[in-house]
């Protein structure tokens, strides 16, 4: 069954960390206005501009989308998500990055479907660490889709999945310099703790338990 979820217009994080209240619930996030089942796209996400996105698990064909989408991104995006600075993504990266073992990883993406071929604006993933029952996790949203609520709307469903398989925490390591994504992250609870073995760095943590 697939949803249709309203995100809200305006920037996600307009104020100061010290000035942000907490986010409201879930369910008052975005507002799930319809339901219709479209296996293929899968939920969809209206923006209160009037586009729209759609949802969905990754799939092993979207290594092309995910190649484009790469050459979109800032070097500053690049250097933030990937930790180093790469002008284009490798093919055997890509395909690594789409095709998943569901036992050990996860991942989301947005998808753009008004263009043709469709386009990749965002995506969120975890990897699964069963030794410490764990999920490190990692989002990205295109600079021309930000502040709409996405990168939230992909942290929630990330949050969700690791509650599902009965994780117990989730945790990824963040540029210093990345505020939006410390300061969304601050906002669903997560910890900071600056990372001694990666300067530069911050370890975020949220219990799950």
């Known amino acids: 069954m697939s949803m249709v979820h309203v995100l809200p217009n305006d920037r996600a994080f307009p104020m100061p960390v ?6 409201p619930r879930s369910h008052t996030r975005y507002a799930q206005v319809a339901a219709r089942r479209d296996k293929d796209k899968g939920e969809q996400v ?10 969905r698990p990754i799939r092993a064909d979207d290594v092309d989308a995910m190649r484009r989408c790469f050459t979109r991104l800032h070097p500053d995006e690049v250097r933030m998500r990937f930790m180093q600075a790469m002008r284009e993504l490798p093919m055997p990266l890509a395909q690594r990055l789409c095709t998943l073992d569901p036992a050990q990883a996860a991942a989301f993406v947005l998808m753009d479907e ?17 030794a410490t029952n764990s999920a490190e996790f990692a989002v990205l949203v295109e600079r021309a889709w930000t ?3 996405l990168g939230w709307l992909l942290m929630h469903r990330l949050i969700e999945e690791s509650r599902r398989r009965g994780l117990s925490e989730l945790w990824g390591h963040v540029l210093v310099d990345n505020r939006p994504m410390l300061d969304l992250c601050r906002e669903l609870g997560f910890r900071h703790r600056l990372s001694i073995d990666e300067p530069g760095m911050r370890l975020l943590s949220l219990a799950l338990d």
Request: zero cysteines; a positive charge; glycine letters at 14%.
């Open 114 to 130: 008004t263009t043709q071929p469709a386009e990749l604006r965002g995506v969120g993933r975890i990897h699964v660490d069963t």
């Open 18 to 23: 010290q000035a942000m209240t907490l986010p």
């Open 147 to 149: 502040g709409k609520g």
């Open 46 to 55: 209206q923006l209160m501009d009037g586009r729209t996105l759609h949802l």
